[in-house]
């Protein structure tokens, strides 16, 4: 059974940096591309950053380009997202995901071409 968990979320000031962290158990870990998404209330899901199954490609969605930094550690298994200078508008429950096929990437920000999700992990950004 595939299990996917994120941790790092917390409550930080504005202005802060953050660094979430994502593994996964039972899948090949090193042979999937990952990605980020975050979701307020009310609001859609939306691509924060993507990186391939090797870590050369990294994408980032446009509210955080500039102040992001998706990496992965294929040894350690994990995949870290950092993002910096946070904003109030950065708050949101922030999930992992995995790609739905190895080593393969499409339109990285499609939610729907994820096939395994954590359960998120909180962050609110206090002004």
């Known amino acids: 059974q595939v299990q996917v968990v994120e941790s790092g979320g917390g409550v930080v000031q504005a202005g802060e940096s953050l660094t979430l962290s994502c593994t996964v158990y039972?899948?090949?870990?090193?042979?999937?591309?990952f990605g980020w998404f975050r979701q307020d209330h009310g609001k859609e899901r939306e691509g924060v950053a993507c990186?391939?199954?090797?870590?050369?490609?990294?994408f980032y969605g446009d509210a955080v380009k500039g102040r992001a930094n998706i990496s992965r550690d294929n040894v350690q298994k994990f995949v870290y997202l950092q993002i910096d200078s946070l904003k109030p508008e950065d708050t949101a429950m922030y999930y992992c995901?995995?790609?739905?096929?190895?080593?393969?990437?499409?339109?990285?920000?499609?939610?729907?071409?994820?096939?395994?999700w954590g359960r998120g992990t909180q962050v609110t950004v206090s002004s």
């Open positions: 039972g899948l090949s870990f090193e042979s999937y591309a």
């Open positions: 990186i391939s199954w090797s870590g050369v490609w990294r």
């Open positions: 995901a995995i790609w739905k096929y190895e080593t393969s990437l499409g339109a990285w920000s499609r939610a729907e071409d994820y096939k395994y």
